[in-house]
C-alpha cells in the first residue's frame, strides 16, 4: 500500500471520529481539507513526518466547548507516537488522554468573540492548527423592571433592559433599543428614560436581537394643590353679574390648565353663580362663591347691594286745595336709567307746616291759605309738588 493511499485512509478515520461536545454545544464543525503540516523528520527512517489537528474548522458560542485530536503520521501513513502539546490564542485547552498515538484536546471558549487558533505541537517538532469561530451566544429573552410603573405628567421613570440566554443566564453587551406604544402618553429615550407627557397609559418596549421585554406604564395629571379665585372680593347691585376666575396650582405653585372646576354660592337666594364662574346679584346680601378642583376650595366674597336711587318723582308735581282739605301724593325713586326703584325708604317733608303739612305716606293736609313745597326724599335724592291752598269759598 502506497504511502499516500495509507494516509488518506488514516485521515477519512480522523474525520469519522465522533467529537466529545458538551450537551449545549450547537456549533457545527466543518472539517477542512488535509493541509500539510511541517515534516519534522527524515521520512528515510520511519518516524513521525506528519501531526494533524482535527477538526481544522468549527464554530462556538461563547463558553462552549469542543474536542480536538491531533495525530502524529508516519512517512506509510500509519499512526506514529508523538508526544503533543496544546496552545490556544482565546479560550482554554486541556490535554484529556492519549490512546493509540492519538492526543485528545478538550477547549473551553472564552467570553469574548472572533477567530481563535488552536494548535497542537509535536514533540520533537512540527504543529498544526485549528481554527474556531467564537460567536456570541443569543438573546432569548429580555426582562425589563420596574415591568409597572406610575408617573406624573412632567416625571420620569428609569427603566432598566436585562438580556438573557435560553438558560436565563444574563448577556452583556448587547444592543437595545426602547419604543412607546403611545408616544402622545409618554415618550422613551435610548436609555430606557420614560418621560410622561399626558394622562393615559402606554407599553414601553425594550428590543434586543428581534426579542422583547416591556413595561406597563400609567401617567397620571399632576393633582391640584390649591385654588385661588380673583378676584377674592366683590361688590355688586341687584341685577349685576361679576366675572370670577379660578386658578389652579400643584404643590410646587405652578399653574395647572385643562381641569375640571365647578362653583357653588352659599346664598343662592342673593347670588347665583353658573359654570364658568359668572355671579349674578338676585337680592341685597351677601354669600360665599366656592370653586372647587379635584378636592381643593378656593372662595370669593360677595356683596350685594340695592342699586342707588338717582332720582325721586312725585306726582301731582303741584295741586290747590281749600283749607281743611287734603290730597295725596306718590313718590317713585328711579334708577339711573329711570327705571322705578321698588322698596325704598321715603320720607316727607313740608316747606311751610302753618300752610300745609304732610304725612309719612304723603298725605298732604291744607291748614291755611298760602302756598307750600312738599318734598320726598329717598336715598339723599329728593322730588317735589308745590300745594297752593286757599279759603273754602263762603
Sequence with gaps: MTFKHKLSCRLALLKDRTMVVSTALLAVA?????????????????MVTRLVISPKILTLRQNQVADFTAVGLAATGDTATVAVSWSVTSGSITDTSTSNGKHYGRYKAASDTGKVKVTATGHPGGSDTAVVTVTPVPVASVTVTPTSASAQVGQTVQLSATTQDSTGAVLTGRAVSWSSSNLSVASVNGSGLVTGLAAGATTVTATSEGQGGTSSITVSSVPVASVAVIPTSATIQVGQTQQLAATLKDAS??????????????????????????????????????????????????????????????????????????????????DGSGSPLSGRAVTWASSNGLVATVSGSGLVTAAAVGSATITATSEGQGGTSSITVSNVPV
Design 30 to 46: 466543518a472539517i477542512g481539507g488535509c493541509e500539510r503540516s511541517l515534516s519534522f523528520t527524515d521520512p528515510a527512517t520511519g
Design 253 to 334: 405653585g405652578n399653574t395647572l390648565s385643562g381641569r375640571v372646576v365647578s362653583w357653588s354660592s352659599s346664598n343662592p337666594s342673593v347670588a347665583t353663580v353658573s359654570g364658568s364662574g359668572v355671579v349674578t346679584a338676585a337680592a341685597v346680601g351677601s354669600a360665599i362663591i366656592t370653586a372647587t378642583s379635584e378636592g381643593q376650595t378656593g372662595t370669593s366674597s360677595i356683596t350685594i347691594t340695592n342699586v342707588p336711587v338717582a332720582s325721586v318723582a312725585v306726582t301731582p308735581t303741584s295741586a290747590g286745595i281749600q283749607v281743611g282739605q287734603t290730597v295725596q301724593l306718590t313718590a317713585t325713586p328711579q
